[in-house]
């Protein structure tokens, strides 16, 4: 069984920049793809960048030139570098791991989050 912990989180202003992290245990992560998701408040989660075991990644159109998906596989841990934040990007933000990671179809394991407040 596979434990995701995200953790970074907090409150920050427009513009600033933050760094979360997504610690796994349970089993090695090197050979799945992790990536994030976030969902704000009354709407659908979202998709936001995925890495495979190599350090390929993919980014939605929404954060792709802000944020920046990185791994350290020998930490077993999963990152997530945001800049230039915005107020439409406070949300919860959650770390997913599995085999297969698509827009539309997560991995098997999920974090519980960690909150991302950006004020205006």
């Known amino acids: 069984q596979v434990q995701l912990v995200e953790s970074g989180g907090g409150l920050v202003q427009a513009g600033g920049s933050l760094r979360l992290s997504c610690a796994g245990s349970?089993?090695?992560?090197?050979?799945?793809?992790m990536g994030w998701f976030r969902q704000a408040p009354g709407k659908e989660r979202e998709f936001l960048a995925v890495?495979?075991?190599?350090?390929?990644?993919h980014y939605a159109d929404s954060v792709k030139g802000r944020f920046t998906i990185s791994r350290d596989n020998t930490a077993n841990t999963m990152y997530l570098q945001m800049n230039s934040l915005k107020p439409e990007d406070t949300a919860v933000y959650y770390c997913?791991?599995?085999?297969?990671?698509?827009?539309?179809?997560?991995?098997?394991?999920w974090g519980k989050g960690t909150l991302v407040t950006v004020s205006s």
């Open positions: 890495i495979n075991w190599s350090g390929d990644s």
């Open positions: 997913n791991a599995g085999p297969l990671i698509l827009a539309f179809r997560p991995g098997d394991y």
């Open positions: 349970g089993r090695t992560l090197s050979t799945y793809v």
